[in-house]
């Protein structure tokens, strides 16, 4: 949310905040389809028929998940490394890491940007005064930013209601942070409007401790454009169906032939039908082209695989012996889609590195490390040929650092770390030999 700085020059107040909350619940709706539509609620559920006779089938075939899930896993499937110049270090800052098992938590922001366009990090530090992250739903959470050149984060808000064990509305809270300080406002009713700080507290991370992570420019999901094409995908599948339950009960057209309701009970049971002569009798029903509907079925499925970018897997051309360069080609449309999340995703990670390592330094449990100097490592969620790759980095020994080639490694999971080791027993067999000598 962008707003012009002269609103916020005195600093935010109950009334401000009630106003921008009010702003930011107009996305209520926007957020509960997206939500729906990833869980398998989607519009054909809605369906209803002019009577209740009429088949009425409603299939979901959940695209939406499957392209949240197959982007998910394809661009953080594999942790992602940091990196960094030589004469830093950054051991701490991944120990906190490794402690909240950071790697399920990228999966779990990467998911929800896929789904709603964009998601929310909090840095906070716990009892032990160790910084923790936790994932924010864009719903109900928001940053501020100036209006100024650079969108300057000037306030983190997240606010919610409180319930008691049988649902009902005790109360609201909202958690505002800025760059020094964490402001907590409270109501007992429900209600955002008159809202009274009850908190205020220091978090030392430097500035403001709240990330939003964008999934791209226009802050959409994956699937968000795909919409019109799940549902006419739905619709077709649903009325398939319809159509071969309609075929079985299709009506019983009679020429010549008198039946009184039952004579007609007792033909629906017995299924027998004596005949007169000129009599006729045929079922009406619809001329189904089996071909046509499966022409219309690959095209849509075809059309929401191909504006998505996210490659249909189940393809028959994937289960082929395939080269190398081949399969980057066909993956080519997908790469690039996630080169723009990984861009965005890069970014939103290292300001969340920034905010660990100025909270840690200045604790004294790290030197300070520029954030210029850091690399974010991502690693394709692909079979790989191990095989190739080995051949691969043995060629480049010499003209490549070994932290770069050990990081090609699927099986290594800190390149840094595991160059030292080597070095170690390297110098450890050198001396060996030396003495054996």
């Known amino acids: 949310m962008i707003i012009d700085e002269d609103i916020l020059k005195d600093g935010i107040d109950e009334v401000l905040l009630a106003k921008l909350i009010g702003k930011h619940s107009l996305e209520q709706e926007r957020y509960e389809k997206l939500y729906n539509y990833y869980i398998g609620k989607h519009a054909i559920c809605e369906r209803r028929r002019s009577s209740d006779n009429i088949a009425n089938n409603k299939i979901v075939c959940n695209h939406a998940k499957y392209i949240v899930d197959i982007a998910k896993s394809y661009l953080v499937g594999n942790p992602v490394a940091y990196s960094c110049s030589d004469g830093y270090d950054i051991e701490a800052v991944k120990n906190c890491f490794a402690v909240q098992d950071m790697p399920s938590l990228d999966a779990e922001f990467e998911k929800t940007m896929s789904i709603f366009g964009k998601a929310y990090e909090l840095v906070y530090a716990d009892e032990q005064s160790q910084p923790k992250s936790v994932c924010l739903p864009p719903s109900n959470t928001f940053i501020v930013y100036g209006a100024g050149v650079g969108e300057i984060p000037l306030y983190g808000i997240h606010y919610y209601k409180k319930r008691d064990i049988d649902g009902a509305v005790t109360g609201v ?69 319809n159509d071969k339950e309609q075929f079985v009960d299709a009506f019983l057209f009679l020429t010549g032939i008198d039946l009184d309701s039952e004579q007609a009970k007792k033909l629906r049971e017995e299924r027998i039908l004596m005949g007169y002569e000129g009599a006729e009798a045929q079922y009406l029903s619809k001329v189904m082209s089996e071909s046509d509907i499966e022409v219309l079925k690959d095209s849509l499925k075809s059309d929401i695989h191909r504006f998505s970018m996210i ?30 999340k990984e861009r965005y995703l890069t970014k939103a990670l290292k300001q969340r590195f920034e905010l660990y390592v100025n909270f840690l330094s200045l604790k004294g449990a790290m030197e300070y490390v520029p954030i210029h100097r850091i690399d974010v490592v991502f690693t394709r969620n692909l079979p790989v040929n191990e095989l190739e790759i080995s051949q691969m980095v043995n060629n480049l020994v010499g003209i490549a650092s070994s932290e770069t080639l050990l990081s090609q490694l699927s099986f290594v999971g800190d390149p840094k770390e595991e160059a030292q080791l080597a070095a170690k027993e390297k110098m450890l067999s050198e001396k060996l030999k030396y003495v054996q000598e």
């Open 173 to 241: 809270c909202c958690i505002v942070c800025d760059r020094e300080m964490i402001y907590t406002y409270e109501n007992t009713a429900d209600s955002f409007l008159h809202m009274t700080m009850t908190n205020s507290q220091h978090h030392y991370f430097g500035k403001m401790p709240m990330v939003e992570y964008r999934n791209n420019e226009e802050k959409q999901g994956d699937f968000e454009q795909m919409i019109p094409l799940i549902d006419a995908y739905n619709i077709l599948e649903s009325d398939r169906v």
């Open 311 to 340: 490659p249909d897997l189940s393809d028959q051309t994937f289960g082929t012996n395939l080269s190398g360069v081949a399969i980057k080609y066909k993956l080519m449309g997908f790469e690039q889609h996630v080169r723009n």
